[in-house]
């Protein structure tokens, strides 16, 4: 197998997640598929590079994430001052036990979280997408393209351990957003 | 085997829901869950979490045909083979 066999086998058939990914990364869909483009064209290049027997998908998320960083900082259109606002507002205010305030109200009306089932994928991905950037990244990358906490730290660049902890906190406010979500829908009685 | 504290187990139980645990750690969490008044809920809020966020994965967009045919004409006006 030459290496244009080897990336058609090994990296096209990542090309749904890799565009999953960068429509999560922000924008509208007409700048996810450039960046879909882009992150193939740099792989291809790069393809010797990759390690074979190691995962093409977290390869690929790595460079889309990189082409994508590169490009926002060349045009930054995006208010990341707000984020850094929203983020340590959440740092402030969020539990740091286990199950925290959260749990401690949903458990009284819904102690098995059924709220869950009952909301669309839609409003879920939404509440994702309004997640502030790290955060975000750690749950797309983890919980809906299942990467392993080590997979994720390489395409985030960052310790596992900062996955861990990013993940833990992406996940507290996904559920809060959705708790109250559903408590406005009336999917749940908050008494 | 090493006790299992509600500490432990409510501190590990995404580690235990997303299979980043020993098989050793994961079945003494796994013990504790099913058999601690305490914990058993969290588990079964969490797992509900969790489960949610399996099926929102699986409905995600698959890319669009065009974006297809794009990625594959540009490997193949590209021309050039990746270096060996």
Known sequence: MNSKESFEAEALPHLDAVYRFALRLGGSEADAEDLVQETFLRAYRAWHQYTPG??????????CRNVFLRQRQRDDRRTE????????????????DADGFLFAHASAVDPEGEFFRGIIDDSIMDAIDR???EFRDAVVLSDLEGLSYAEAARVLDVPVGTVKSRLY????LLQQALYEYAAEQGYIRTR | MSQTTCREALARLYEYLD??????????IREH????ECCFPSFRFAQSFHEMLRRVSNGQPAAPDHLRRRVAELLRTEGLEPEA
Not at chain 1, 54 to 63: E, H, P, Q, V
């Open chain 1, 81 to 96: 001052v707000v984020q850094q606002a929203a983020v340590a507002a959440n740092a402030g205010g969020a539990s740091h």
């Open chain 1, 54 to 63: 190691t995962r093409a998908k977290s390869w690929l998320f790595t460079i």
């Open chain 2, 19 to 28: 299979g980043e645990l020993t098989r050793e750690t994961a079945e003494r």
């Open chain 1, 169 to 172: 906190r992406g996940r507290r």
């Open chain 2, 33 to 36: 869950i099913q058999i601690c």
């Open chain 1, 131 to 133: 997640l502030p950037t």
